[in-house]
């Protein structure tokens, strides 16, 4: 895949609930992903349906603020209880 900018790849705003239960990729993970399977024009891109890159750095940020954020709510929910 091109990527942003380039010409097989463009992305829409969206609701992150709404990305997150369609298991939808963020557009700045796609580039240099490699389709596992044909995806139809206009069809979201799954996780299931790429393989992404795992050496870059917004990889590595996200990945992180995953585990921050699930640290956070589980600190959070102990302190309610």
């Known amino acids: 895949m ?3 900018g380039g010409y097989c790849v463009f992305g829409v705003i ?3 609930t709404r990305a997150k239960a369609e298991s ?3 557009f700045g993970l796609l580039n240099g992903a ?3 399977r044909d995806v139809k024009r206009d069809q979201v891109i799954t ?3 790429v ?3 795992q ?3 917004l990889k590595h940020l ?3 603020a995953r585990s921050d954020y699930s640290r956070l709510t589980q600190n959070r929910r102990r302190s309610f209880s």
């Open 51 to 53: 393989e992404l890159r």
């Open 14 to 16: 969206d609701l992150a």
């Open 24 to 26: 939808a990729v963020p």
């Open 55 to 57: 050496d870059t750095l």
């Open 62 to 64: 996200k990945k992180n």
């Open 47 to 49: 996780y299931d349906a």
């Open 2 to 4: 091109d990527g942003g």
């Open 34 to 36: 490699k389709l596992l």
